[in-house]
């Protein structure tokens, strides 16, 4: 197998000595790397890496990053392995020569019209794209380090937490377009404002090459906050409005997807997407408007999203069967903001089924917009479900503000509502898991889904 990583590629990357081994691949995870990965000892929350060199190693490493315990052989030696790996991303950045980059930020939809983009450009020409959400300081150094120097296309997703941390990932990942999916509410703790998130986000331009293009949402309400910040930078806009490049003019929503009719750059195409709902069919314009931006064949992209499904986590929907019958889960465990559990509700809401159910968690980094942001999603809650259950403490209020007809059980946490949630549910039933991350839901997900369960994903 041709090498990822050279050794004297790894050396001029990180300006350390020659290791004296090739790589295949890059990993940061000594649990799922493959044989020939380069394991970077990272120290991160949940641990440090070089405690784990010696398994990486066993498993089949080439070798292992390492800023410590450098005793071992097949080592390369850096001041300081994130330092070291975000080196790799911008030596794999620059060799990159040929490959356009897009780089995709937003409150709601970055993963999602990432993997619209993979599948549409996976269409027309090589194309990379990390395998999940890595889109933090690791992150998106290690989707760059990843990049087969003979890709076309790479689609780098980029998020933040706090302010002033899009702006440099942005540097590094170089784009030629740049695409802002929605501004919305979510991260509002630790930003503070709505016209915070807006310019966070916008910082998305100060990494776009000379000449890129900027992607921006038509329907925002801070569409003239982003426009500003784009400066000399070329606009495209996607959504409803009739300024839009990238027009949605309609969207009829069943149960298993959308039909979507489009006005591109003055010529009608329509789409049969395999999600339903509006929020999907808006990813889906962005998703195109960057195609458009890059001057490609956007019927022959559009085409090929036909065969996209959503992801596990957000959005995707499993059959699964239970005593005396099966029941339909809407697994949107990854994250939560109100304006996706308002989207999610509205899937849900599309689904034939005897009762739909609604697992929430705790929505987090609100801060003193948290206990409004809870409240503000009642009255979508009520109109979708039949039966709701919640978790958390901020989760609280909503449950006791629900009608006794649909109020199911409050939890402390995920790990106690999973059972209860799996002994309520019936044949017939649709059930929705949501919340952030930090809530745990996919222990409900799992408790849904484990054995004996049969699992069949619905695309």
Not at 34 to 44: E, M, N, Q, R, T
Not at 184 to 195: N, Q, T
Not at 389 to 398: A, V
Request: charged share 20%; hydrophobic share 50%; with cysteine.
């Amino acid at each position: 197998m041709t090498p990822l990583w050279t050794s004297a590629d790894l050396a001029a990357a990180t300006g350390a000595p020659l290791p004296g081994f090739d790589a295949t691949g890059v990993s940061i995870d000594s649990r799922t790397l493959a044989p020939g990965d380069l394991f970077v000892a990272l120290i991160g929350e949940n641990g440090d890496g070089h405690a784990h060199v010696g398994a990486a190693l066993a498993r089949g490493a080439a070798g292992a990053m390492v800023h410590r315990d450098a005793s071992r052989d097949r080592l390369l030696r850096v001041a300081d392995t994130l330092g070291g790996l975000q080196a790799l991303g911008r030596f794999a950045r620059a060799r990159a020569t040929a490959a356009r980059v897009i780089a995709v930020t937003g409150s709601v939809g970055k993963t999602t019209t990432k993997e619209m983009l993979r599948t549409m450009l996976g269409a027309l020409a090589p194309t990379h794209a990390a395998a999940a959400s890595y889109n933090n300081q690791w992150g998106v150094p290690l989707t760059l380090a990843r990049m087969p120097r003979e890709a076309s296309f790479a689609i780098i997703e980029i998020g933040m937490n706090h302010a002033g941390e899009i702006a440099p990932l942005s540097r590094l990942a170089a784009p030629h377009v740049a695409v802002i999916t929605a501004i919305e509410r979510a991260h509002i703790g630790h930003l503070g404002s709505i016209e915070a998130i807006a310019d966070e986000k916008a910082a998305v331009v100060t990494g776009l090459l000379p000449g890129g293009t900027v992607v921006l949402p038509a329907d925002s309400p801070l569409l003239g906050r982003l426009r500003a910040r784009a400066g000399t930078a070329r606009v495209v806009l996607f959504g409803t409005d009739a300024a839009a490049d990238v027009r949605l003019l309609e969207c009829t929503a069943d149960a298993d997807g959308s039909a979507i009719a489009a006005r591109i750059g003055g010529e009608d195409v329509r789409i049969r997407l395999g999600a339903p709902g509006t929020h999907m069919a808006m990813n889906a314009m962005a998703a195109l408007a960057c195609v458009h931006a890059l001057g490609l064949d956007v019927r022959r992209a559009a085409t090929a999203l036909a065969g996209f499904a959503p992801m596990r986590g957000r959005g995707a929907r499993q059959r699964l069967a239970i005593a005396g019958g099966e029941i339909l889960l809407l697994d949107e465990s990854y994250n939560a903001s109100a304006a996706s559990v308002r989207a999610a509700l509205q899937v849900l809401a599309l689904q034939p089924a005897a009762r739909r159910v609604a697992v929430l968690g705790d929505m987090l980094e609100l801060g003193d917009e948290a206990e409004r942001e809870h409240s503000a999603i009642a009255s979508s809650v009520v109109s979708a479900a039949d039966m709701v259950f919640t978790c958390g403490p901020l989760m609280r209020g909503l449950h006791d503000s629900l009608p006794d007809r649909i109020r199911g059980v409050h939890a402390d946490d995920s790990a106690t509502l999973a059972p209860i949630v799996v002994a309520a549910l019936r044949p017939g039933d649709a059930v929705l898991v949501k919340g952030s991350l930090g809530s745990r839901m996919i222990r409900v997900v799992q408790a849904l889904t484990a054995p004996p369960n049969a699992v069949e994903q619905v695309r």
